[in-house]
């Protein structure tokens, strides 16, 4: 197995982005990332495009097809990645796998999601798919009502508390604020979504006990790396940043089959798996993405993966130690709460956020100092199946 | 003169009393604080200024929520439009919302526009709820028409409320009409009518003193949300 480095990264801004197709998304995406690395004469050998909805949303499949031809990269190969709100993830590792094996030597991997271009019931809907089809989703489930149902379990087993969960709304929304390719570029203030009684419109309960604050938006968005061999990476100009390790673990597909609905073992795996691959502990990584489609989430994760001590993580986000400049920064980008969530692209996107870091070109505000090693996790259906990325920035 | 003067009499309707709606402070998502007070006709002028830059965003039907609003103020400038009235949303003294409506009797209220200038602050929802306010606690009437031209109009009062579906016609035309009735109102009340009476001097003296508002290009960036392009 080679040693995989990331030599080139971009995103566009998140959002809702009404004049541009999934293609145009992931055309502009790919672009920056390829300007980034500076390929020069070197031709892009395999495209792995992570995707969860183009064919339900767009009504459009063969998307990679699709883009292979729109960058002019023919004859390169082409495949779609389809793992849920973890297709980004999924995508990525695809590309580590084939270059690592020494079968390509130069992949692009890019995530995309178009969701806005329906109603925010048609996309609550197209997400809940990935629920049973048995078991879930003919009853109405949707991923904030687990998310609720989840919530409600993990505060009366773990202690989190509301306080808890807007510390880490307030928190990701400051941080998304700085961050220009943020989805919503908004500060949030305790009064306004907590302690007026203005809250009750401002911040209505969404799935109780979250409320709109907890969750994040529908998005559009692509993000896109270029991944090649170290040792060619060195000889490249752009500092590049090392995939030192990487984990996926699955789950049982319904909550309810889980002896503890509350511990999210895929997350868990699929981080031990990073760090054990990595040779690195959770104390080593100076910062994190994780997946915080809903608040509950990162201070579960913050546990999971072994930040904290169970029934720690809410305590923590509480007391800053997960805000930018605590012990350890989680979600600078503004995370999924803030940067937004169009799930084939957020995998990606976490990994370009950390490369950002890693590679020390953020603004002072945002730019986690001396920053040597970052974490990733995406978190794919209900935590049955997760991605998670030790990056490691190569010193020249 | 004299002869265009008897006709101006004939053309101005004739206006139902209508008490003002005392101003109130609504705190935002983001701690801003935002005064909603009644316009008065003399503010026409700049509010339309705020609005005119709306008139070219298709995005979620503002060219026509904007165009029927600034028509709908611009009648109640000139003496056009029976019993109408304007409520503003203000923050540090810039225009963020408009209502509008009027009473078509002294029972039935008619509801005309909401347009947010700013956005994703639930101020559109706010002064909705302000409109609903003036016409069944201060106007005293029973029940208000209203009829939705756009998916997220139809979602904030036709679902939220939720309202009642009628057969009476609404003035906008459209599709169906729907009413607030006192019942719902009450019920709805405590989720989404809020804000604080009196408001400080401070802040209405500052909202009162200039309807302050952003340039077109602020505006349509707000609104589109071209940010970044």
């Known amino acids: 197995m080679r040693d995989v480095a990331i030599i080139g990264a971009g995103m566009i801004p998140f959002g809702r982005r009404d004049e541009d197709s999934l293609m145009d998304m992931l055309a502009y995406a790919s672009l920056k990332a390829l300007d980034d690395a500076g390929l020069g004469d070197r031709s892009v050998n395999a495209v792995y495009v992570g995707n969860m909805g183009a064919g339900i949303i767009q009504h459009q499949t063969s998307i990679a097809s699709s883009l292979v031809d729109r960058l002019s990269l023919l004859p390169a190969a082409a495949d779609v990645v389809e793992n849920g709100p973890a297709s980004g993830g999924s995508a990525v590792k695809n590309g580590l796998l084939a270059v690592a094996s020494g079968y390509y030597d130069i992949v692009l991997v890019v995530g995309g999601e178009k969701m806005r271009e329906v109603t925010g019931w048609r996309a609550t809907d197209f997400v809940a798919t990935m629920t049973h089809p048995q078991a879930e989703y003919p009853y109405g489930i949707t991923l904030p009502g687990m998310g609720g149902m989840f919530t409600r379990l993990y505060m009366e087993k773990w202690g989190v508390t509301r306080e808890h969960l807007l510390a880490v709304s307030l928190k990701n929304q400051a941080m998304g604020a700085l961050n220009p390719y943020a989805h919503v570029e908004m500060t949030l203030d305790r009064e306004g979504i907590f302690d007026s009684p203005d809250a009750v419109v401002n911040n209505p309960t969404a799935a109780d006990p979250l409320h709109l604050y907890d969750l994040c938006p529908v998005s559009d968005g692509a993000a896109a790396v270029i991944l090649c061999p170290l040792e060619m990476a060195r000889k490249m100009s752009k500092a590049p940043v090392l995939i030192a390790g990487f984990g996926q673990a699955t789950d049982t597909h319904t909550l309810q089959e889980r002896d503890d609905p509350t511990d999210l073992k895929a997350v868990t795996l699929a981080a031990r798996q990073a760090f054990e691959m990595a040779k690195l502990k959770p104390s080593d990584i100076d910062v994190a993405e994780l997946h915080d489609a809903f608040t509950i989430l990162e201070i579960a994760e913050s546990e999971h993966v072994g930040f904290f001590k169970k029934g720690e993580g809410g305590k923590a986000a509480a007391a800053g130690k997960t805000s930018f400049g605590g012990q350890i920064p989680i979600n600078v980008s503004g995370g999924l709460k803030a940067r937004g969530h169009p799930v084939g692209a957020t995998g990606v996107a976490q990994v370009v956020d950390i490369v950002f870091q890693l590679r020390h070109e953020l603004p002072k505000n945002r730019q986690v100092k001396n920053a040597r090693h970052g974490l990733t996790v995406n978190f794919g259906g209900f935590g049955n199946n997760v991605t998670s990325f030790v990056l490691k920035r190569v010193e020249s | ?229």
């Open chain 2, 1 to 229: 003169m004299p002869l265009d003067m008897e006709l101006e009499e004939i053309l101005r309707p004739t206006q139902y009393p209508m008490p003002p709606y005392p101003p109130k402070v609504i705190v935002l998502a983001n701690g801003k604080k935002m005064v909603i007070r009644q316009a008065a006709r003399e503010d026409v002028p700049a509010i339309l200024k705020s609005v005119h830059p709306c008139l070219s965003i298709e995005r979620d039907y503002y060219d026509i929520v904007s165009a029927r609003l600034y028509g709908e103020l611009l009648a109640w400038y000139r003496y056009r439009v029976k019993s109408e009235y304007c409520l503003l949303g203000q923050v540090d003294g810039y225009l963020v919302g408009v209502v509008n409506g009027r009473m078509e009797t002294d029972k039935v209220g008619m509801s005309y526009h909401t347009l947010a200038i700013d956005r994703g602050l639930r101020i559109g929802s706010h002064l909705f709820a302000a409109k609903m306010e003036y016409h069944l606690e201060y106007l005293g009437q029973e029940e208000i028409l209203i009829v939705a031209e756009s998916p997220i109009g139809f979602r904030r009062w036709m679902i939220e409320y939720p309202l009642e579906k009628t057969n009476i016609p609404h003035e906008l035309g459209g599709g169906d009409s729907y009413r607030l009735t006192r019942a719902i109102y009450q019920a709805a009340k405590s989720r989404l009518v809020t804000g604080e009476r009196p408001v400080p001097c401070k802040l209405l003296d500052e909202a009162e003193a200039e309807i302050k508002f952003a340039d077109d290009d602020t505006i349509r960036e707000r609104i589109a949300g071209l940010k970044g392009r």
